[in-house]
């Protein structure tokens, strides 16, 4: 089967290969920089470079997972748009496991090239600037390896997780009927009745559970130890995951809130309810940044909790307490640097989420032109959609992670600390907001300059 059948034009899946080059050229990156540090300290043994390896791969599963994420979302929208298509493909015989098939193996295909591309071109600029440090002395002259062992492994793990959320993406949407999709349902919507109230359990019992692991985990941080700690890392994954599952419940609903703040004219009313129409594909647009930003700030802010409680403590000399702080800014800031890389493409996915929403919704603009709105109109109304949806995204990523990040610092020294310390990282979190302006920028301003520029007549010819 015809691959553009499926899954559209090569613009649309652009954004899934990008994502898999981004990811394939941070995993490349990280294990080359990695390997050099492994040259460097091959004389302290083989427990050195057994820790590096363990810290890339925690790393670059963090950008895995925030990349599953957006390349699902990113295919669900691909294909919601052409369901018309695909009832067509459905009307002619083809089956619905056979598309889905289709559409893992082509979403596969495109990212292999990507994360190859990624991995080779990020390898190569490492190379590059190790060979520039070497000649100024910065870094000993040792045996680097050229290319990490590790490299060919990452591109084809990028591979696999986009083949998964391709088939992940694809399997909601592409169980609607034919007459469903003729008739122009998505497909996608919050599914009623007893699946979503078993979603709704399952999600309300999951994080009822971790926030009493939460709890438990700072009672054991006031005993001391690295159990709580753990259980800490527990009960944050036991409620993410209760969050994910019920997401689609939740954010739709703070988007809808935080439209509300757009204003009263005509352009601010369209925008939130274009907004909130589909809440599965508002859930689609949200969580990769919702997820991003909740990483980079639960990072920041257990690192500020930490930077806080270690300023308080009084049974440490002060030299001890100026090391401990030199150590939590230099591993917060490596860490909060792989946030943000996982948020970049995050906040990639939210761009093109929009951009092809809006492509998708030609006609309606159009005859929002025939009826008297203007470009300015039509400007303002596709950013007040996105700034709902990126502000929903942002403040609930902020809010959860600060919970996360304060409740871990909690549990890892909760025992030398006078109470709770909530950890404000003030910097990222000013920093955070820039950013949402940003992406509300990139994602409103481009699609809008389409939308104005395709005449109200040549939108209105598009088919439904």
């Known amino acids: 089967m015809k691959r553009n059948l499926v899954l559209g034009s090569a613009r649309e899946l652009g954004t899934v290969g990008l994502v898999a080059g981004l990811s394939g050229a941070y995993a490349g990156a990280l294990l080359t920089c990695s390997s050099m540090l492994s040259a460097i300290s091959?004389?302290?043994?083989?427990?050195?470079?057994?820790?590096?390896?363990?810290?890339?791969?925690?790393?670059?599963?963090?950008?895995?997972?925030?990349?599953?994420?957006?390349?699902?979302?990113?295919?669900?929208?691909?294909?919601a748009g052409r369901l018309q298509h695909i009832a067509?493909?459905?009307?002619?015989?083809?089956?619905?496991?056979?598309?889905?098939?289709?559409?893992?193996?082509?979403?596969?295909?495109?990212?292999?090239?990507?994360?190859?591309?990624?991995?080779?071109?990020?390898?190569?600029?490492?190379?590059v600037v190790r060979i520039?440090?070497?000649?100024?002395?910065?870094?000993?002259?040792?045996?680097?390896?050229?290319?990490?062992?590790?490299?060919?492994?990452?591109?084809?793990?990028?591979?696999?997780?986009?083949?998964?959320?391709?088939?992940?993406?694809s399997r909601q949407v592409?169980?609607?009927?034919?007459?469903d999709a003729l008739a122009g349902t998505t497909g996608a919507r919050v599914p009623g009745g007893r699946p979503g109230r078993l979603r709704i359990i399952?999600?309300?019992?999951?994080?009822?559970?971790?926030?009493?692991?939460?709890?438990?985990?700072?009672?054991?941080?006031?005993?001391?130890?690295?159990?709580?700690?753990?259980?800490?890392?527990?009960?944050?994954?036991?409620?993410?995951?209760?969050?994910?599952?019920?997401?689609?419940?939740?954010?739709?609903?703070?988007?809808?809130?935080?439209?509300?703040?757009?204003?009263?004219?005509?352009?601010?009313?369209?925008?939130?309810?274009?907004?909130?129409?589909?809440?599965?594909?508002?859930t689609r647009s949200t969580l990769g940044l919702f997820v991003g930003v909740t990483l980079v700030v639960t990072i920041a802010s257990g690192a500020s909790a930490l930077q806080t409680a270690v300023a308080g403590w009084h049974n440490i000399t002060t030299t001890q307490r100026h090391e401990a702080h030199q150590v939590l800014t230099v591993a917060s800031t490596v860490t909060i640097t792989v946030g943000v890389v996982s948020s970049l493409i995050a906040a990639i996915g939210f761009v093109s989420t929009m951009s092809l929403?809006?492509?998708?919704?030609?006609?309606?603009?159009?005859l929002l032109r025939a009826l008297g709105f203007t470009g300015a109109q039509v400007r303002s109304m596709i950013t007040k959609e996105s700034m709902a949806m990126s502000a929903a995204a942002a403040a609930s990523g902020i809010a959860l992670g600060l919970c996360y990040g304060s409740a871990g610092a909690q549990a890892l020294i909760g025992n030398q600390n006078n109470g709770f310390v909530w950890g404000l990282p003030w910097l990222v979190l000013v920093a955070i907001v820039v950013g949402a302006l940003a992406v509300?920028?990139?994602?409103?301003?481009?699609?809008?300059?389409?939308a104005i520029a395709t005449s109200p007549v040549t939108a209105l010819r598009v088919d439904a």
């Not at 493909?89 to 098939?101: M, Q, T, V, W, Y």
């Not at 592409?174 to 007459?179: G, I, Q, W, Y």
């Not at 929403?357 to 030609?362: D, F, G, L």
């Open 357 to 366: 929403t809006v492509i998708q919704r030609r006609r309606e603009i159009g």
């Open 132 to 169: 520039v440090l070497v000649q100024q002395g910065h870094l000993p002259d040792a045996d680097y390896p050229w290319l990490s062992v590790g490299a060919p492994v990452a591109a084809v793990a990028v591979t696999v997780v986009a083949a998964v959320a391709g088939w992940v993406g």
């Open 42 to 79: 091959k004389d302290t043994g083989g427990s050195v470079n057994l820790l590096l390896t363990v810290v890339s791969v925690v790393f670059i599963g963090m950008a895995l997972y925030v990349a599953a994420v957006v390349i699902s979302a990113g295919v669900t929208t691909v294909i």
């Open 202 to 282: 399952f999600s309300m019992a999951l994080i009822i559970t971790g926030t009493a692991l939460f709890a438990l985990a700072m009672a054991l941080g006031e005993q001391g130890g690295a159990a709580g700690f753990l259980v800490a890392f527990v009960a944050a994954c036991t409620t993410s995951t209760g969050l994910l599952a019920g997401a689609r419940f939740v954010l739709p609903g703070i988007v809808a809130v935080l439209g509300r703040l757009t204003g009263v004219d005509a352009a601010s009313v369209i925008a939130r309810r274009n907004a909130v129409t589909d809440p599965a594909r508002t």
């Open 440 to 450: 509300i920028l990139l994602a409103s301003q481009p699609p809008a300059r389409r």
């Open 88 to 127: 067509t493909l459905r009307l002619l015989g083809a089956k619905s496991a056979d598309l889905r098939r289709s559409v893992a193996g082509s979403t596969a295909r495109i990212c292999l090239l990507g994360s190859v591309i990624g991995v080779v071109a990020a390898t190569a600029a490492v190379d």
């Open 174 to 179: 592409l169980k609607v009927s034919p007459a």
